[in-house]
């Protein structure tokens, strides 16, 4: 009887000790992560991915990791941000591939890519072709002591505002436009006066006449940031973004410190803030346009066929170029074109025609 006591007794002290404290969990140390943006956190899809992430993260921990987000500019500028992580000023950071663009030519093509794979085809390449472990060996051989994890997408973004109609390319000669990544490449290569301000600059900019036309991101995104209140034009498609990645950048010696538990927590919580990224910026656009239309005299524009068929061309005259210069852009564009020619055939089986195109 005593012996059946002292069993039961010590199958009740282990449940209690498995179920009441993961030992695992305790002996964990707790990280903080002090994560600068170059979003705003009002910034549908942009800069609410990371609230997201911060609200959840703590509680999915139990407590042994914690996010601190910081508006853009107030811990570290935007554009600083890579080299901020990787020198330990700061232990963690979200931000966007092309904005090092000037610091790793062709850095872009982890974000978006002209006329490339819209949102499933590009997550398809990043998790189950090469993309996710090109993406890490970009910043390996740039120097840059950080571990990337691809956290947040959205669907297309728009064309363009602009302060007058584009009939053809000549129109863009001599434009004064602020354009992303590998499309500024583009619209540089047809004329343009290409500069990239951060998001916060851009209104300024157009009322001042300092640009004569943007692009920033997503019909709901560029309405809070007013531009329909200057350029009446909004040109469709996003040709230059049929999806955009956003990335999570920690700095490897806060990574390489972390638990495993850890480090598979944040690839988790990245993934489901991808997939709630798209969810979400998907289900605010029409609401949007309408409003842009119906309240604020906006125009919605399709570029033409052949406006379409000369961006087509000059990209890819742009990635030959970039071929030859950058090493690490040719390997990497020769791989996603690989990956899409595989694709193809679900590509052109796969889906109904939509849009001005049906």
């Known amino acids: 009887m005593q012996k059946r006591s002292i069993t039961i007794l010590s199958l009740f002290v282990f449940i209690t000790v498995l179920f009441s404290s993961n030992p695992l969990v305790a002996a964990e140390k707790p990280v903080l992560l002090k994560v600068p943006t170059t979003f705003a956190a009002t910034l549908p899809g942009l800069g609410t991915t990371t609230t997201w992430i911060a609200e959840r993260l703590h509680i999915a921990s139990n407590g042994s990791l914690k996010m601190k987000i910081y508006e853009p500019g107030k811990l570290v500028a935007p554009f600083e941000i890579l080299?901020?992580?990787?020198?330990?000023?700061?232990?963690?950071?979200?931000?966007?591939?092309?904005?090092?663009?000037?610091?790793?030519?062709?850095?872009?093509?982890?974000?978006?890519?002209?006329?490339?794979?819209?949102?499933g085809e590009f997550l398809a390449w990043m998790y189950y072709g090469n993309g996710r472990k090109l993406y890490q060996k970009m910043y390996d051989d740039a120097g840059y002591?950080?571990?990337?994890?691809?956290?947040?997408?959205?669907?297309?973004?728009?064309?363009?505002?602009?302060?007058?109609?584009?009939?053809?390319?000549?129109?863009?000669?001599?434009?004064?436009?602020?354009?992303y990544g590998l499309g500024g490449k583009v619209m540089q290569k047809l004329?343009?006066?290409?500069?990239?301000?951060?998001?916060?600059?851009?209104?300024?900019?157009?009322?001042?006449?300092?640009?004569?036309?943007?692009?920033f991101s997503m019909p709901a995104i560029d309405q809070l940031l007013g531009f329909h209140k200057i350029a009446k034009m909004n040109y469709f498609p996003g040709w230059h973004q049929q999806a955009t990645l956003f990335e999570l950048l920690i700095n490897k010696d806060t990574w390489n410190s972390m638990s495993e538990s850890q480090q598979m927590l944040m690839e988790i919580i990245c993934k489901a803030a991808t997939t709630d990224a798209f969810a979400f910026t998907e289900a605010i656009q029409a609401?949007?346009?309408?409003?842009?239309?119906?309240?604020?005299?906006?125009?919605n524009k399709y570029y033409s066929k052949e406006i379409l068929?000369?961006?087509?061309?000059?990209?890819?005259?742009?990635?030959?170029?970039?071929?030859?210069?950058?090493?690490?852009?040719?390997?990497?564009?020769?791989?996603?074109?690989?990956?899409?020619?595989?694709?193809?055939?679900?590509?052109?089986?796969?889906?109904?025609?939509?849009?001005?195109?049906?």
């Open 309 to 358: 068929a000369e961006f087509e061309k000059a990209w890819y005259e742009v990635a030959a170029e970039l071929s030859t210069t950058s090493p690490f852009f040719k390997e990497t564009w020769e791989d996603l074109i690989a990956f899409r020619g595989q694709y193809e055939i679900w590509a052109k089986y796969a889906f109904l025609p939509r849009g001005l195109d049906k």
């Open 145 to 179: 002591n950080v571990h990337v994890i691809p956290c947040g997408i959205i669907a297309p973004e728009t064309g363009g505002w602009f302060k007058k109609e584009i009939n053809t390319v000549e129109d863009l000669k001599g434009l004064k436009i602020r354009y």
């Open 191 to 215: 004329g343009a006066s290409v500069s990239l301000l951060p998001g916060g600059e851009i209104f300024a900019a157009l009322e001042k006449n300092a640009l004569d036309a943007t692009e």
């Open 287 to 299: 609401k949007a346009m309408t409003e842009n239309v119906e309240k604020h005299g906006v125009t």
């Open 83 to 119: 080299g901020a992580v990787s020198t330990g000023k700061v232990n963690a950071g979200y931000s966007i591939s092309g904005y090092w663009e000037g610091k790793i030519p062709g850095s872009s093509v982890f974000s978006t890519i002209p006329f490339g794979p819209e949102a």
